[in-house]
């Protein structure tokens, strides 16, 4: 797996209520499409449920984690493609073309209309079981073992709770939807003179509610950095 940008979340504990939006429950599908029988997915579950995953590292295309089984612990990689450059400039426009769904995502909500507009301009972010591919350094013969299967199930807790992770899998981590967001709100708000006076102005109002709302978040990122090193708050970022 290559990538420059890679998370790593801490091990996972079986959601007390499951998985409860319909972007998780879809990931929970694929999952099971990806998988060759029952005899995967139950121990698979068995694995995920028992906390037997470890920390999992989230990067551009994929996830790798440990999965102890018994004695053994196994190395799992999981496989997902990656936007290409159209999809992703398609999907920095889609999140932008309502100022409310910047703000959804950063709240852990996945709009279905945004899901939905991305697949009318091509761009699939919810995977089907075959984009799913899986390796383990385990001797299971077969792809997913349950060990990856286990780590899948537990990726899909992270994308039940946070929809941002199933972006940075496609390549668009939240940093990078941010400036990728800023970049073309500062685009759009620029005067241009072939525009109508009019539809400028609207364009521009639009690009400054989706402005404000990633000026917030890059407050809160570097909040958040300063607080995690122990260092003083100054007055001009709270």
């Known amino acids: 797996m290559g990538g420059v940008t890679r998370t790593t979340f801490t091990r996972q504990t079986q959601p007390a209520r499951g998985v409860r939006t319909w972007w998780g429950k879809a990931w929970q599908r694929a999952v099971e499409e990806a998988a060759y029988s029952d005899a995967e997915l139950r121990p698979g579950r068995s694995h ?7 920390a999992i590292s989230v990067e551009p295309g994929g996830l790798l984690a440990a999965c102890r ?3 053994d612990a196994w190395t799992v990689e999981i496989g997902i493609p990656v936007l290409d450059d ?6 920095v426009e889609v999140v932008a073309a309502e100022a409310g769904r910047i703000a959804e995502l950063l709240a852990g909500n996945l709009p279905h209309d945004l899901v939905e507009h991305a697949e009318e301009v091509g761009v699939e972010l919810l995977p089907y079981g075959g984009e799913l591919t899986a390796t383990c350094t385990c001797p299971h013969y077969l792809d997913p073992c349950p060990h990856a299967v286990a780590v899948l199930i537990q990726a899909g807790w992270l994308v039940d709770t946070d929809p941002l992770v199933l972006f940075a899998l496609r390549g668009v981590d939240r940093d990078s939807l941010l400036a990728d967001l800023h970049a073309r709100t500062v685009s759009v708000a620029a005067p241009s003179g072939t525009a ?3 539809d400028h102005a609207d364009h521009a109002d639009h690009a400054d509610d989706v402005e ?5 978040a890059m407050r809160a990122q570097r909040l958040v950095a300063l607080f995690e090193a122990g260092a003083e708050l100054p007055d001009g970022l709270v």
């Open 212 to 216: 404000l709302v990633v000026d917030a």
């Open 86 to 91: 159209t999809a992703r400039v398609a999907l």
């Open 69 to 71: 089984d018994g004695d």
């Open 196 to 198: 109508d006076d009019t």
């Open 48 to 54: 995920a449920r028992r906390g037997h995953v470890g």
